[in-house]
């Protein structure tokens, strides 16, 4: 085609985009308008338009009538910005606590105290004893002092800033010592070394990384110290040739010299887990017994509830950092002292088992296995009704983990259902999983997608035998 030909064909298509008022007037678009409201439709299609006209300019070549692919092309636009980016899936990946998924679900007697408190005026910082104002860290403090033996205890928005409001409010603008084989990195680029720069502190790193002695920490230590940190490695784990400082000894350091020992126990352990690995990881009671005065731990990995940081330990450095201008940035909502109460109150009567992360860590294999045979059953009935011959089904093996940084080398046993077809590959198999109404996340391994069931929730299998069926309904 010559440059004038193709001129004249960008010309006619630039001239076939429909007008704004057709588009804006036509059935699809009133129809849609009710969910989104009629501006945010105009300001859609004027972004389409003005899109294709960017690729018409650009030399794209247009195949489609120009004015369906306006028309498509808006209606996809709109519907997905109808819709809520924010929505609930099936975790059928085999990670108990998953970062991307919103780590840990809530249980119904946390649901319910959100419920509660959300849709009215409540006693957030409102004490009806007294008829006066309140403190919001009154609701969970006792919780969390009876449960671990704290002294006095304070929640903001997640661990990372617990962490950052301890530095800042101890030890700004004086010396922090801490581990070379702890300089972590967590999810996100949360960088140990990072946050101790932002809090005001400065850095000692001392030892080696796979080697730090109790003289290390020792020798470090100067009039400018005001810490000794502890961080937990999260998911990353050292074999081989290592020595690692236990707390006592660190706490007994700190001690005699004046210095605050504190750790960043990242995943909130409140109770022994009932598993071979779980001696691996030290519960936040267990900590302070042996003698840190800080501690900071996270309330949506083991924990089991929202996402928040803890910090429990010394009252005298917890009502410092009470009294920090950070403080008040960091405070958590009604919403999550709702659900976190809620959870805390199931540790302390002893039903923390029935926390859904709790239960999904210590499920037993048989009852999984029978989990996936029901499963198995389920999908084979929905195959065969919707002829869908290409797909293989069948239970197997799986390899869960507990995620969140806790156990990041361990494995638990379990079983999942793995779908195999022979002329569509692993990934779009998974896609069309993902992209169902109700979204559903599968793992992916030697060229075929498992739905763990060890992750799954009460009512997924059904949301799974529904995504099917739209697999049906558009044909694959």
């Known amino acids: 085609m010559s440059s004038l030909d193709s001129r004249q064909t960008a010309n006619d298509s630039l001239r076939s985009i429909p007008a704004m008022d057709e588009l804006l007037n036509s059935p699809w678009a009133e129809e849609l308008s009710a969910g989104l409201g009629r501006e945010q439709v105009k300001k859609i299609i004027t972004e389409v338009c003005d899109g294709i006209r960017r690729d018409v300019r650009g030399g794209a070549n247009i195949e489609a009538p120009v004015r369906e692919l306006a028309e498509r092309r808006a209606q996809e636009l709109i519907r997905l910005r109808a819709s809520s980016s924010l929505k609930p899936v099936v975790n059928a990946t085999g990670v108990v606590i998953h970062t991307n998924l919103g780590r840990s679900p809530l249980g119904r007697e946390a649901l319910q105290a959100v419920n509660d408190i959300a849709g009215r005026y409540n006693t957030l910082e409102y004490s009806v004893q007294e008829g006066v104002r309140g403190n919001r860290n009154s609701h969970i403090e006792w919780l969390i002092r009876d449960i671990?033996?704290?002294?006095?205890?304070?929640?903001?928005?997640?661990?990372?800033?617990?962490?950052?409001?301890?530095?800042?409010?101890?030890?700004?603008?004086?010396?922090?010592?801490?581990?070379?084989?702890?300089?972590?990195?967590?999810?996100?680029?949360?960088?140990?070394?990072?946050?101790?720069?932002?809090?005001?502190?400065?850095?000692?790193?001392?030892?080696?990384?796979?080697?730090?002695?109790?003289?290390?920490?020792?020798?470090?230590?100067?009039?400018?110290?005001?810490?000794?940190?502890?961080?937990?490695?999260?998911?990353?784990k050292i074999d081989g040739f290592t020595t690692e400082v236990n707390r006592r000894d660190l706490a007994e350091l700190?001690?005699?010299?004046?210095?605050?020992?504190?750790?960043?126990?990242?995943?909130?352990?409140?109770?022994?887990?009932?598993?071979?690995?779980?001696?691996?990881?030290?519960?936040?009671?267990?900590?302070?017994?042996?003698?840190?005065?800080?501690?900071?731990?996270?309330?949506?990995?083991?924990?089991?509830?929202?996402?928040?940081?803890?910090?429990?330990?010394?009252?005298?450095?917890?009502?410092?950092?009470?009294?920090?201008?950070?403080?008040?940035?960091?405070?958590?909502?009604?919403?999550?002292?709702?659900?976190?109460?809620?959870?805390?109150?199931?540790?302390?009567?002893?039903?923390?088992?029935?926390?859904?992360?709790?239960?999904?860590?210590?499920?037993?294999?048989?009852?999984?296995?029978?989990?996936?045979?029901?499963?198995?059953?389920i999908i084979k009935q929905k195959t065969q009704s919707l002829a869908m011959d290409d797909l293989a089904?069948?239970?197997?093996?799986?390899?869960?983990?507990?995620?969140?940084?806790?156990?990041?080398?361990?494995?638990?046993?379990?079983?999942?259902?793995?779908?195999?077809?022979?002329?569509?590959?692993?990934?779009?198999?998974?896609?069309?999983?993902?992209?169902?109404?109700?979204?559903?996340?599968?793992?992916i391994q030697d060229g075929q997608i498992i739905l763990h069931v060890r992750t799954l929730l009460d009512g997924d299998e059904k949301i799974i035998a529904s995504s099917l069926e739209e697999w049906g309904a558009r044909g694959g």
Not at 431 to 443: E, H, K, L, N, T
């Open 148 to 236: 671990t033996g704290a002294q006095a205890a304070l929640v903001v928005n997640n661990n990372a800033a617990a962490v950052l409001l301890a530095l800042s409010a101890i030890a700004a603008g004086r010396e922090v010592i801490v581990s070379n084989g702890e300089l972590v990195e967590i999810g996100d680029s949360f960088r140990i070394p990072e946050i101790l720069s932002f809090s005001g502190a400065s850095m000692v790193a001392v030892g080696c990384t796979n080697s730090t002695r109790i003289s290390d920490y020792s020798n470090a230590i100067t009039e400018k110290t005001a810490i000794l940190l502890k961080v937990h490695p999260s998911n990353y």
């Open 254 to 377: 700190a001690a005699s010299r004046g210095l605050v020992f504190m750790e960043d126990l990242g995943s909130g352990l409140l109770a022994a887990l009932d598993k071979p690995f779980a001696h691996l990881e030290y519960s936040v009671k267990d900590c302070l017994e042996a003698g840190v005065n800080i501690i900071s731990f996270s309330g949506d990995k083991l924990l089991g509830g929202p996402q928040l940081g803890v910090i429990a330990g010394s009252k005298q450095l917890i009502e410092k950092m009470q009294s920090h201008q950070l403080y008040r940035a960091l405070r958590v909502d009604k919403m999550t002292l709702a659900a976190f109460e809620a959870v805390l109150r199931l540790y302390l009567s002893g039903r923390h088992k029935e926390i859904p992360v709790i239960k999904m860590i210590e499920a037993d294999e048989k009852i999984l296995l029978k989990k996936a045979q029901r499963l198995l059953r």
């Open 393 to 443: 089904v069948s239970v197997v093996k799986t390899n869960d983990a507990v995620g969140g940084g806790a156990y990041p080398t361990e494995r638990m046993p379990g079983f999942g259902v793995s779908l195999h077809s022979a002329s569509r590959s692993a990934e779009s198999l998974a896609a069309s999983f993902r992209m169902s109404s109700f979204p559903v996340i599968p793992g």
